[in-house]
Nanobody, 125 residues
């Protein structure tokens, strides 16, 4: 059974840090690009960060560069993907989703075949 299961997130004050994790199982996710997206209330889902299968290519949206770090661990039977978020801002408040794509790292959400369940991140001012 293919599934992406997320954990982490929560409530933090501005300037604080949070980490998100995503466990990908049931498929050959070592060959997949992985990404993090987010969706704030009333807004479209937007790309946050992406990482290629061997982590050679990493991409961030401009608003999180220097604050967020995406990483992955392919060494276990399941693939783990992480998003470390530092210096969080109220505008980072959203539901965050991990996703898997057979394409090269892409910012287009329709290129991703599998999605996690979503995790709430709330940053208070």
């Amino acid at each position: 059974q293919v599934q992406l299961v997320q954990s982490g997130g929560g409530l933090v004050q501005a300037g604080g840090s949070l980490s998100l994790s995503c466990t990908a199982s049931g498929g050959t996710f070592r060959r997949y690009s992985m990404g993090w997206f987010r969706q704030a209330p009333g807004k479209e889902r937007e790309f946050v960060a992406g990482i290629s299968p061997t982590a050679v290519t990493i991409d961030y949206t401009d608003s999180v560069k220097g604050r967020f770090t995406i990483s992955r661990d392919n060494t276990k039977n399941t693939v783990m993907v992480y998003l470390r978020m530092n210096n969080l801002k109220p505008e980072d408040t959203a539901v965050y989703y991990c996703a898997a794509s057979t394409n090269s790292p892409t910012r287009r959400n329709y290129d991703y075949e599998y999605w996690g369940q979503g995790t709430q991140v709330t940053v208070s001012s």
